[in-house]
């Protein structure tokens, strides 16, 4: 099980490390890119699977950074300083601010967030991996430079891998076969929807030609050295000493955001359907989020000094580790989830020998793009099971009469109704201030959630006794 889990979460964090390595390359006009990106993934990783209270969940790059990093260069440009210096003053002071978080566990302020919060981030991080995937596939039959074969060929390799993953995984709740074969089929599904996916490309390319089947593969550095060729060491006395005590002012947006995407992801993979013993009381999800936070901000000062990006847990690749390493029941029912911290160690080291070594560099770029489309499609549908926002919204469309009875059952349905609603537009509009020039405030509306969730309640919206059901962690 542990085998198959590496072996998943390897394409999984490999994958968004290379192309926000890409993004990250245009945004910073080559300062931070993909050698910089996949470095850090690999490198941060094993130091935080090692060294974090909670090592199974898998820290990575977030697109809420990525915007945050894009405006901080933009801002070095307006105002005509060097950015890989402003970038890392900015993260020494957010580290330092981090720092005294953990040491005075601010992180206890995470009680105040509520199922209402965790559930529109658990489904927005999801929705931006499905989104994303449908986009990658709709752009081919778009481009002027892609063929309409090529663009169905695309979407035949990404169905593939993702049908092929999504079928075997849900082999477990079926009568086929012997349970042992079923449960190792079901751990092994998306490295087979990998397998599948590019021999179907590989065949299309040998039977009908580069030049009709050719289908663009995954990127990666030919050698080990900084996109742009710069040194690694930032030249932190580059910047003027009036700007390195005006990084303070965005230092305290980065902490905002690095706080609540770490935490609100901890809280997450805590959560006590994954009956989890090690370490921590029965229900309790705050136990190692200081410790954590402490780890995340060595990381964040030793990455800035590098001009590495800073990394933080990553919501959806941290669910699809601690359910690929969880037991079921034959109802499909979670009875544990084994704690170790192998896995973590295990895939950021194949991450780090897929840049530092030729041989495993050569295999992967092998790997076509679409497979990794379909893998994308995967982890963003494979985390929504289990949540009950989610199970809320198909219900809007079920036929009450017939439907099985949810937890939520006793509560009327147009109050259900109402609160469903109520965390669908709170998610339409972070995508958008996501998506918008005002994408730095993202983190600002991470943290109006819990008022908002509170305020409900106080202003009698919704009856106390209904919000306690609805939002009962």
């Known amino acids: 099980q542990c085998l198959a889990a590496t072996l998943f979460l390897f394409f999984a964090c490999l994958a968004p490390a290379v192309g926000f390595g890409g993004l990250f390359a245009a945004a910073t006009n080559g300062a931070i890119g993909t050698i910089e990106m996949v470095s850090s993934t690999a490198l941060c990783g094993m130091i935080y699977s090692v060294f974090s209270a909670q090592p199974l969940t898998i820290i990575g790059s977030t697109g809420p950074v990525l915007a945050f990093v894009a405006c901080l260069a933009q801002l070095a440009n307006m105002m005509s300083l060097p950015f890989l210096p402003l970038y890392a003053w900015t993260g020494l002071w957010t580290s330092a601010i981090l720092l005294i978080s953990s040491v005075t566990s601010a992180s206890n302020l995470v009680k105040y967030l509520t199922r209402f919060t965790d559930e529109i981030f658990s489904v927005l991080i999801s929705a931006i991996f499905v989104v994303e995937a449908v986009s990658d596939v709709g752009r081919t039959f778009a481009s002027p430079a892609s063929t309409f074969t090529k663009a169905l060929l695309?979407?035949?390799?990404?169905?593939?891998?993702?049908?092929?993953?999504?079928?075997?995984?849900?082999?477990?709740?079926?009568?086929?076969?012997?349970?042992?074969?079923?449960?190792?089929?079901?751990?092994?599904?998306?490295?087979?929807?990998?397998?599948?996916?590019?021999?179907?490309?590989?065949?299309?390319?040998?039977?009908?030609?580069?030049?009709?089947?050719?289908?663009p593969c995954l990127t990666i550095p030919n050698q080990f050295a900084t996109t742009s060729g710069r040194a690694w060491l930032v030249p932190l006395m580059d910047l003027p000493v009036w700007a390195r005590w005006g990084a303070i002012l965005p230092a305290l947006m980065?902490?905002?955001?690095?706080?609540?995407?770490?935490?609100?992801?901890?809280?997450?993979?805590?959560?006590?359907?994954?009956?989890?013993?090690?370490?921590?009381?029965?229900?309790?999800?705050?136990?190692?989020?200081?410790?954590?936070?402490?780890?995340?901000?060595?990381?964040?000062?030793?990455?800035?000094?590098?001009?590495?990006?800073?990394?933080?847990?990553?919501?959806?690749?941290?669910?699809?580790?601690?359910?690929?390493?969880?037991?079921?029941?034959?109802?499909?029912?979670?009875?544990?989830?084994?704690?170790?911290?192998?896995?973590?160690?295990?895939?950021?080291?194949?991450?780090?020998?897929?840049?530092?070594?030729?041989?495993?560099?050569?295999?992967?770029t092998q790997v076509p793009l679409p497979v990794l489309m379909g893998l994308f499609m995967y982890l963003g549908t494979s985390a929504l099971p289990g949540n009950e926002m989610f199970a809320r919204i198909c219900g809007l469309f079920k036929d009450k009469s017939v439907s099985a009875k949810e937890r939520w059952s006793s509560v009327p349905q147009r109050t259900t109704t109402a609160f469903t609603l109520l965390q669908v537009a709170c998610l339409g509009a972070m995508m958008w201030v996501k998506e918008s020039q005002i994408g730095v405030l993202f983190p600002i509306i991470i943290?109006?959630?819990a008022p908002l969730r509170f305020g409900l309640e106080k202003s009698g919206i919704i009856k106390k006794e209904y919000i306690e059901i609805l939002d009962e962690d």
């Open 154 to 215: 695309t979407l035949t390799v990404a169905s593939m891998t993702y049908g092929t993953a999504t079928f075997l995984k849900g082999l477990r709740a079926t009568n086929y076969f012997s349970k042992r074969v079923r449960t190792t089929i079901s751990n092994f599904a998306p490295t087979i929807g990998v397998v599948a996916g590019s021999l179907v490309a590989r065949w299309a390319r040998i039977v009908h030609g580069t030049g009709m089947a050719g289908l």
């Open 254 to 364: 980065a902490t905002v955001l690095l706080f609540l995407d770490q935490n609100i992801t901890v809280r997450v993979v805590n959560n006590p359907q994954y009956k989890m013993t090690k370490g921590r009381r029965k229900g309790n999800v705050l136990d190692g989020m200081h410790a954590d936070i402490f780890v995340i901000s060595l990381l964040t000062a030793a990455t800035s000094m590098v001009g590495l990006p800073w990394l933080v847990a990553a919501t959806v690749r941290s669910i699809s580790h601690v359910r690929a390493l969880s037991n079921y029941d034959s109802e499909g029912k979670i009875t544990g989830t084994m704690e170790q911290r192998v896995t973590g160690m295990s895939i950021h080291t194949l991450i780090g020998c897929s840049v530092m070594f030729a041989k495993p560099r050569a295999l992967l």
């Open 447 to 449: 943290a109006l959630l």
